[in-house]
């Protein structure tokens, strides 16, 4: 079998000769809707919170390589709390977008919503923040570009990523800190 020769450093959009060209945040945008079966639920009727995270954890790394047209992996995610129960049967979206990025790391934002599909009524399920890393051909973090916030909602999402990154490497500060004592 013939494959296409691949050029890592060919001069096309999304490629390496573009990696520090900023994208808009919109691009990066996704959302997944499933409907909740036996496979994912308790033997009470509710669906297990492992179960959506997994979905959060799948939403958040599409829009995370939407962003740097990499590999990525989950670094980090911030508390989740789970605000109302989610049954069998309920309509479950995903939504995520990358807020903000840096050097080799972006921070995506995700929404979960479910809907009771007799009913019509969408209730907030929870809202999470996760971290990924890029990375190069060689499985090394690799480098990617700014995220462009053009609405005033994307501009609002990327500076509450800056103060919740801050917030990350202060309290990473501080574990370092007490382990050295």
């Known amino acids: 079998m013939n494959l296409p020769f691949h050029d890592p450093h060919a001069q096309v959009e999304g490629g390496p000769a573009d990696i520090l060209v ?3 945040a919109s691009a990066s945008a996704t959302t997944t809707a499933i409907v909740m079966e036996l496979e994912h639920a308790n033997y009470l009727g509710f669906i297990h919170g492992g179960e959506i ?3 959060v954890d799948n939403g958040a790394a599409v829009a995370a390589h939407r962003h740097c047209k990499r590999r990525v992996v989950t670094a980090a995610m911030d508390d989740m709390s789970f605000l109302v129960p989610v049954h069998l049967g309920e309509l479950l979206t995903v939504k995520a977008m990358v807020n903000d990025a840096h050097r080799t790391s972006m921070e995506v934002g ?3 919503e479910v809907e009771n599909i007799q009913t019509g009524e969408v209730r907030h399920v929870s809202t999470a923040y996760l971290v990924f890393v890029a990375l190069d051909e060689e499985g ?3 480098q990617v570009p700014p995220v462009r916030a053009d609405t005033p909602e994307e501009v609002r999402r990327q500076r509450q ?3 919740r990154r801050e917030q ?3 309290r990473k500060r501080a574990v370092e800190d007490v382990a050295r004592e």
């Open 161 to 163: 990523a800056q103060v």
């Open 168 to 170: 990350r490497l202060a």
């Open 53 to 55: 995270m997994r979905l």
């Open 140 to 142: 090394h973090p690799a």
């Open 22 to 24: 900023p994208r808009p």
């Open 110 to 112: 995700v929404r979960v």
